[in-house]
């Protein structure tokens, strides 16, 4: 079968029609660059005063992408004399860059996420802030809520104080370099190499990050493994897709961040507000016979103890297949969503993570639900009504949880043609393949190196999520996204 694959494809434009396709709006309306001319000629002022703290003599740093400049947070740490740490968290003030109901929070609130193509990045918030005024970009002095909380030498978080403040960020540091330091396989980066303080810090972060992952596991947390298929790119054309893995370094950040947002959602128990939530798993049935196939045993109900105690097992038994065995449970599991909680509610928790309190804060530059949740801790702060009626929230947490899976559906009908440009010279390769999905529009699976997913377009009788194939490369559409394979 000939491969459709026109050499004059525009990758970029086909992204922006793949965005508008899925409700998304590429561009940003006239009112928002009028807003922006008005930041500009007046810009919030950044300093400390009688309800704004004044941390910007504290060793912050932030540790993100290779390339990312929306950095929504910074850390630092502090060992007390009892010999537990307090933790501080910063998170951008974007709030006091875009009122409610101005024409960029309208925006936002629309689009309610940044979108990350391969090819190019659609921002929720226009980049002159994002990655700018509320960006908190090194050596600058910006405004921040402040999130801090102290754990104990178990990993138990046992003190928690939310406050507004100015920080400045020492060190702008990135999650490969950072992360191979902290596993010993790298040297430290030049910034922190040439900062004895700075690597203190760091160590010190790390080990009450793991403090925290090791009591949340006991608890039940999932120690699942996602990989970022990225691709690799040479003169504006993509050569190959490659795996981007988690180290120290992100899961120092996953597990503060975590921790972050758990306390936020404390602080507003008394208030309606958003949270994030993971209902019990629906195919747990699929789930328990994935772990009969590997020799384990679960219980017939949901049990996120039991279920992590096997991956646990099999990571240690088969680490080079463990990612496959956590994308299937994740495809079971089943996605995440926002909900309006009011004081009092029962919650339903976030299974994966094991926690009946939980919100999405830390990220307000690419997410809207975080501004949100902003602007309800700073009106809790001041003694202010909530800014949020019920009936606005609950509209809220539909919308979001509707295009973060609008999101997903771009985001990976991108990863598609990224992966059909990499992979249109292998036609009639063979590849060993995990089942990712099985639905009446048809059953698809992920090829292990590179880790790419398509169609099964031949041999699909009887596949299900979880089952491991052999596949064969019988047809790549770059315009349209698809690769095919026939099960050999």
């Not at 097992?313 to 969503?337: C, N, Q, W, Y």
């Not at 990220?363 to 009106?379: E, G, H, M, S, Y």
């Not at 979001?400 to 990863?415: G, I, W």
């Amino acid at each position: 079968m000939p491969n459709a694959n026109p050499s004059h494809i525009d990758l970029q434009a086909t992204a922006r029609d793949v965005m508008r396709l899925h409700g998304f709006q590429p561009d940003f309306p006239p009112a928002v660059q009028q807003q922006l001319a008005a930041l500009r000629a007046h810009p919030p002022a950044i300093i400390a005063g009688q309800s704004v703290r004044d941390l910007r003599n504290l060793l912050w740093s932030s540790i993100d992408n290779d390339t990312s400049r929306d950095l929504d947070q910074i850390e630092v740490a502090e060992r007390l004399s009892n010999g537990d740490v307090k933790i501080l968290v910063g998170i951008a003030d974007v709030d006091a860059f875009v009122p409610k109901q101005s024409a960029i929070d309208q925006h936002a609130s629309r689009e309610t996420t940044s979108v990350y193509t391969g090819i190019r990045v659609f921002p929720m918030l226009p980049e002159e802030l994002s990655t700018g005024q509320t960006s908190l970009l090194e050596n600058q002095d910006r405004l921040s809520v402040v999130t801090e909380f102290v754990v104990d030498g178990g990993g138990l978080v046992n003190a928690s104080n939310v406050y507004r403040a100015v920080v400045r960020n020492h060190a702008q540091l990135q999650y490969n370099s950072v992360g191979a330091w902290l596993e010993g396989s790298a040297p430290a980066p030049v910034k922190v190499a040439a900062s004895a303080d700075l690597q203190a810090q760091l160590r010190l972060q790390d080990e009450v990050a793991q403090k925290l992952k090791n009591h949340r596991q006991e608890n039940g947390a999932l120690s699942l493994q996602t990989e970022e298929i990225l691709p690799l790119m040479l003169n504006d054309q993509v050569v190959d897709v490659v795996q981007q893995q988690k180290n120290r370094a992100t899961e120092l950040i996953e597990d503060f961040m975590i921790a972050a947002n758990g306390v936020v959602a404390r602080m507003l128990e008394k208030v309606s507000s958003l949270r994030r939530i993971v209902k019990q798993p629906e195919r747990w049935d699929r789930i328990v016979q994935l772990a009969a196939e590997h020799g384990g045993k679960l219980p017939p109900t949901p049990d996120s103890k039991a279920l992590n105690d096997f991956l646990m097992k099999r990571k240690a038994e088969d680490p080079d297949h463990f990612a496959d065995v956590s994308l299937t449970v994740i495809k079971l599991m089943g996605p995440g969503e926002y909900v309006l909680e009011r004081p009092g509610d029962p919650s339903p928790g976030h299974f994966g993570l094991a926690v009946q309190d939980y919100t999405h804060s830390t990220a307000p530059n690419r997410r809207f639900p975080d501004i949100v949740t902003q602007r309800l801790v700073k009106a809790m702060l001041a003694g202010q009504p909530n800014p949020y009626s019920d009936d606005e929230l609950a509209a809220i947490a539909a919308n979001c949880t509707e295009k973060e899976d609008a999101e997903r559906k771009v985001e990976r009908e991108m990863s598609k043609r990224l992966a059909a440009v990499a992979m249109q010279h292998q036609i009639g390769a063979i590849f060993d393949a995990i089942v990712t999905g099985a639905t009446p529009k048809g059953t698809f699976v992920r090829v292990l190196h590179p880790h790419v997913e398509g169609l099964l377009a031949q041999g699909a009788q009887g596949a299900d999520v979880g089952d491991k194939l052999r596949v064969k490369l019988i047809r790549t559409d770059v315009q349209h996204g698809f690769i095919d394979f026939a099960r050999v």
